[in-house]
């Protein structure tokens, strides 16, 4: 998966309210034997959407869920906690979302979305709530103001770490940007060790 | 000069650039540990870039999550879960050929999980900053190291510069007092201070785990301590060297020898804490009273004693967990029939956890209809626990003794619970399926795990202590 440039984006939202969803949820363990970087979105929830023998539950939540309408994901809190798998924001993005917005959003996770290029963003406790009770309702998410504009509902502030949200607005590659560090780093070596 | 955490400290040591508000700190990394789920996609970036791994002496590799825990068939192929995760093993054989990174692959008798075997070659050691595309990383820091886990770009970040962008995390020290209480351990010491702090109240801190409590704990229960603050939602938890730390590091293949080890030594005692460091947040907890615990519903902060009752669920959120769990509200745990039981894990699969659970299951029989599965952390563990008989207690009291890996506790390699199964496991994690499809899990003690495994329900293993009377 590529890391794609993000600056604003307008969608409705798709709202999954439980907290502490792990990304053994998001993606289970047992898709991740595969050696690439694609192809996660169709194990994306995987235990939401099919039941044990692969056929697609009725009473899934995602039966109501757009690709092309819905890029934007609210979460309950403590979206993304467990375990590290990068797996897990390849699979959010390959699926179809772009952004996703909670109170609070574990760190791994929360860093490794960013270097993908799927925005995560951390609203406040009232804002939180009232986007869990509108599902559905459009938003738009701006990355260089910080905001977030619900529709009839007003704006809402959020921060991403400054350098994340350069690499994001300018395609800055985070890698490009150690690897020019190299001098400093072998003054380190030779003075450490 | 400012009183200095041990935290302070080794990251201090480990600035390259200093973190502006513009950019985050270049942090060195001393040792990266690599396994095959989340470093394939790692080595692709450097490949596609033409890049090389810039140390590949400080780089480590271990084969643990996809690999099979049943031996090789006649014909010598071991049992994958499938081709995929053949394909996988394969990969890390190949790109740490041919990027010279050691691999402690299969057959070697040094292989393990990554976090039982970093300690247990002494290439863990005080005062270093070490990272692996895993979360439970933070294991390492029971030495004194700042460990954490990274994601896959990360993985390559470090293969490439050996350092990664990072801001300095917020500082939290769990300090615990008191004396632990018969049967039980460091395993519920984390238990409880997670219940404590909450899965989300570690998030954006680092943890120093201090106190008398974890002074008296062995190192294999200070790694288990270590390893659970990623469950709090830190990445890091650390604990001061002391004796201990140095007893357990001598002589181990990748210790400092000779002068260099009294060097080191000397080193590793200033990394304490000093009085009057700053904490963003401290958190007390007494051991005194504490129970052998078990997590009844499916986030690793809802746990309770053992021998206490299910709760009525209070929100949706509970009930919803409750639901899937199928705890009746108001009855005992001890009531709850176990289907199975698994003994493992970076969290629980070294010496000392087998010992536990051996105590308890010597000359007693596992439950009939209970599968209960044995997987040593490591090749070393492996034979240190066969060495004193361990396996045979296992074996002859009916549970599975398998070949080292991480097995159940991800069940990414075949071994899982059947859906709908209870089973009591020493792992870390309790999420929905993360056991296998529809398996509710409980998370326990070895010793607890043992006692269950005997009784066939959720069990008190204070019951089993020599000169026990009846545990209410
Ligand atoms: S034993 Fe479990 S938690 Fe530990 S490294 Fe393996 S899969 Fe991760």
């Not at chain 1, 993000?6 to 798709?14: M, P």
């Not at chain 1, 760190?107 to 963003?121: Q, R």
């Not at chain 2, 830190?234 to 080890?261: H, N, S, Y």
């Amino acid at each position: 998966m590529s890391r794609e440039p993000f600056s604003k984006l307008t969608s409705r939202t798709f709202v999954l309210s439980q907290e502490n969803i792990d990304t053994d949820q998001i993606i289970p363990a047992r898709f991740l034997t595969s050696t690439l970087r694609d192809g996660y979105g169709k194990a994306a929830f995987y235990d939401w959407r099919y039941d044990a023998n692969g056929r697609p539950k009725n009473s899934s939540i995602f039966n109501g869920y757009n690709r092309e309408t819905h890029k934007i994901l609210v979460a309950g809190p403590n979206f993304g906690c467990g375990s590290s798998r990068e797996h897990a924001p390849w699979a959010l993005l390959d699926f179809g979302f772009r952004v996703v917005i909670s109170s609070d959003i574990a760190d791994i996770f929360k860093s490794n979305a960013l270097k993908n290029g799927l925005l995560p963003v951390t609203v406040d406790d009232a804002t939180h709530r009232r986007l869990l009770a509108s599902p559905g309702i459009e938003v738009t998410v701006d990355l260089e103001n910080e905001s977030v504009t619900i529709e009839g509902l007003g704006e809402a502030h959020f921060k991403v770490e400054p350098f994340a949200r350069r690499c994001l607005i300018d395609g800055v590659d985070p890698l490009g940007h150690l690897l020019n560090q190299v001098a400093a780093i072998e003054a380190y070596e030779r003075a450490d060790r | 000069m400012k009183s200095q955490s041990l935290f302070d400290k080794v990251w201090a040591r480990h600035v390259v650039v200093e973190e502006t508000a513009e950019a985050p700190a270049v942090l060195y990394i001393d040792l990266h540990l690599i396994h095959e789920v989340t470093s394939p996609q790692a080595f692709t970036v450097l490949n596609e870039r033409g890049l090389k791994v810039r140390r590949p002496d400080r780089t480590l590799g271990t084969l643990d999550h996809s690999t099979p825990t049943l031996k090789a068939d006649a014909k010598g192929k071991l049992p994958y879960a499938s081709r995929e995760a053949e394909e996988q093993v394969a990969a890390l054989i190949r790109n740490c050929d041919e990027h010279g990174v050691e691999l402690l692959g299969l057959g070697d008798p040094r292989r393990g999980i990554v976090h039982v075997i970093g300690p247990e070659l002494g290439a863990t050691q005080p005062g270093k900053t070490i990272v692996c595309g895993d979360s439970h990383t933070s294991t390492h820091g029971a030495f004194g190291a700042l460990a954490f886990g990274i994601g896959t770009t990360e993985v390559g970040h470090v293969l490439a510069t050996q350092c990664l962008l990072q801001r300095k995390p917020k500082s939290m020290r769990v300090t615990f007092f008191g004396t632990l209480p018969a049967g039980v351990g460091a395993k519920d010491m984390a238990l409880a201070m997670i219940g404590e702090i909450g899965a989300d109240g570690g998030q954006g801190y680092a943890i120093e785990f201090a106190g008398p409590a974890v002074e008296a704990l062995s190192m294999e229960g200070r790694m288990t301590l270590c390893n659970m603050s990623i469950e709090a939602g830190a990445r890091v938890g650390m604990i001061a060297p002391d004796e201990k730390t140095f007893d357990w590091l001598k002589g181990r293949d990748f210790a400092p020898k000779g002068d260099a080890w009294d060097q080191a030594v000397e080193e590793w005692n200033g990394l304490a804490t000093e009085e009057g460091a700053h904490f963003d947040r401290e958190v007390e907890i007494d051991v005194s009273a504490l129970a052998p615990m078990i997590t009844y519903g499916v986030s690793p902060d809802v746990s309770a004693a053992v021998n206490a009752f299910a709760p009525s669920p209070a929100s949706g959120v509970e009930r919803h967990a409750a639901d899937y769990m199928q705890f009746e509200t108001g009855k005992a745990f001890s009531e709850a029939k176990v289907d199975r039981v698994f003994i493992g894990s970076c969290t629980n699969s070294r010496l000392e956890d087998l010992r536990a659970a051996a105590a308890i299951m010597r000359g007693r029989k596992v439950k009939r209809g209970v599968v209960a599965l044995v997987v040593p952390g490591s090749e070393a563990v492996k034979r240190a626990a066969e060495a004193e008989g361990l396996d045979r207690v296992f074996i002859d009291a009916g549970a599975e003794w398998r070949e080292p890996g991480c097995s159940m506790c991800i069940a990414m390699n075949g071994d899982a619970g059947a859906p709908g199964d209870l089973v009591v496991s020493t792992s870390n994690r309790n999420f929905v399926g993360r056991q296998g499809k529809d398996v509710r899990t409980v998370l326990a003690s070895p010793a607890t795990a043992a006692a269950c495994a005997i009784e066939g329900t959720i069990a008190d293993p204070r019951r089993y202590l020599e000169g026990a009377g009846d545990v209410a």
